[in-house]
């Protein structure tokens, strides 16, 4: 079966400093996969979007940055958070044949202060 | 541009009376549906999803949800509410546009259940 890790959990970090959060799809090969920021008591909106190695179209930027060094691997990234990126960051996967339902790992909890 | 609009921001039902949450889409063609929900501090769980087809779609723990093109709907109902059903839930639709896909949720509805 597929599963879907997120990491970090939760992170605390102080504005101006790095960020990279990670996402793993495993169980399925070349999956589409979604970078998806909510903020807090709030809707969800897409970031990324990628259907391949190599290949991340972005959405919303918002001052970050997606790639995705591997099939199964999907990373997001900044130099310099703000404080408006503190939220809840989700990775999500679908099937590679379009209009699949994404499926959603459980988050990784940002806060920047 | 596809949109979805969830009217209700919150909604309160007592245990074992039905629901019925709203969702109003606006998307050129035929729509791919779907019926999200999210527990507290957990990420998103899919509960039903729409292919073009049959208008009455069933998903997990007894929701269902109804398509109707011509109210460009997709209202979500259980019959008989419970306690844990208490989360927030998301319509969403999606739109692919060659090898990019965009999922476009509304804002949510806060479902309250009450003894």
């Known amino acids: 079966a597929q599963t879907i890790h997120q990491w970090p959990v939760a992170e605390i970090k102080a504005v101006g400093s790095p960020l990279s959060l990670g996402c793993t799809i495993k169980?399925?090969?070349?999956?589409?996969l979604y970078w998806y920021w909510q903020a807090t008591g709030g809707t969800l909106q897409q970031l990324f979007y990628s259907i391949t190695v190599g290949q991340v179209e972005s959405v919303v930027q918002l001052n970050l940055s997606a790639s995705r060094p591997k099939d199964d691997q999907f990373i997001l990234s900044t130099e310099k958070l703000l404080l408006s990126h503190s939220g809840f960051y989700l990775c999500?996967?679908?099937?590679?044949?379009?209009?699949?339902?994404?499926?959603f790992g459980e988050g990784t909890r940002l806060s920047v202060l | 541009a596809q949109s979805v609009t969830q009217p209700d921001a919150r909604v309160t039902v007592s245990e074992g009376a039905s629901l019925q949450l709203r969702c109003k889409y606006s998307?050129?063609?035929?729509?791919?549906l779907f019926w999200y929900v999210q527990y507290p501090r957990q990420g998103l769980q899919l509960l039903l999803k729409?292919?073009?087809?049959?208008?009455v779609v069933q998903g997990v723990n007894g929701f269902e949800a109804e398509f109707s093109k011509s109210n460009s709907s997709f209202h979500l109902r259980k019959a008989s509410v419970h306690w844990s059903d208490w989360a927030v839930y998301f319509c969403?639709?999606?739109?692919?546009?060659?090898?990019?896909?965009?999922?476009?949720f509304g804002a949510g509805t806060r479902l309250a259940v009450c003894p």
């Open positions: 969403a639709v999606i739109k692919v546009s060659g090898s990019f896909n965009k999922l476009t």
């Open positions: 169980g399925k090969s070349s999956p589409n």
């Open positions: 998307y050129f063609g035929t729509p791919y």
């Open positions: 729409y292919y073009p087809g049959d208008p």
């Open positions: 999500a996967w679908s099937l590679w044949d379009n209009n699949q339902a994404p499926l």
